[in-house]
């Protein structure tokens, strides 16, 4: 596992208010919602959410609360862990499969094992020891 | 304001096991724990955390809770806005202050008016309008 951070995805209560505030407020530069077309269920997550490219090639991401409680496969009610999560862009399959098996025996706990999602990335998520959550990732895509 | 994320700070229960979580479990390359010479009362903030230098510039900061709450002037109780800070590094004292004004004016509820602290940086806090906590920073030894 390299010492990075990809992504940081900020939970939030609305979208387009969150949205409006980091481009319009602090002026950050807007890729756009992005994954408008995951509608979601239920049970399955929707897939919009804002993207913000970073200088150092970081990207924030903003995310409606009750979608990444979803994601991750996390209880949908107020909790620390979901405020947030750290991404991981991982290299391949295995590298996701590797590195979340490297977490574990770290002491992390799986909240949801890897598998394929309905956006073409290939995920798992655990929280760190005091409930900090990162999604490592494999998008074939990037 | 530039789009960049410079610091990001994780609460922690208990700085020692979150250390070695991301040093020893996770391989991260850490600056060691800095600032312990700052001892910090019950009402101003310790100064000691773990510091990891990760890739793109980024660094990775675990903070005690307890003393993330004083520094930030927020209560101590469990919340969500200090879970996590997001640390931006700015050009100057005045560019803090114009920072600070920029995010009220776009809708952030400040928490922590600017103010020299006593590891020799000038700093100010703000919650954006989930409640995510920001620190935006002026150190003139960087």
């Given at each position: ?6 992504v ?24 756009g ?26 990207i ?16 949908s ?28 025996s ?27 959550l ?9």
């Amino acid at each position: 596992m390299k010492p990075k951070i990809s992504v940081l995805t900020l939970a939030v209560s609305n979208l387009e208010n969150a949205v409006a505030f980091y481009r319009d407020g602090l002026g950050f530069p807007c890729k756009g919602i992005l994954g408008e077309e995951f509608e979601g269920t239920e049970t399955a997550p929707a897939g919009a959410l804002g993207f913000f490219q970073l200088t150092n090639e970081l990207i924030l991401a903003l995310y409606p609360r009750s979608e990444l409680a979803k994601d991750a496969n996390l209880p949908s009610a107020p909790e620390s862990s979901l405020e947030f999560s750290i991404g991981y862009l991982a290299d391949s399959k295995e590298d996701v499969d590797h590195i979340i098996d490297q977490a574990k025996s770290a002491g992390a706990t799986l909240t949801d094992a890897p598998h394929e999602r309905p956006w073409g990335i290939y995920s798992g998520y655990f929280k760190d020891p005091d409930g900090h959550l990162w999604e490592i990732i494999w998008n074939p895509s990037m």
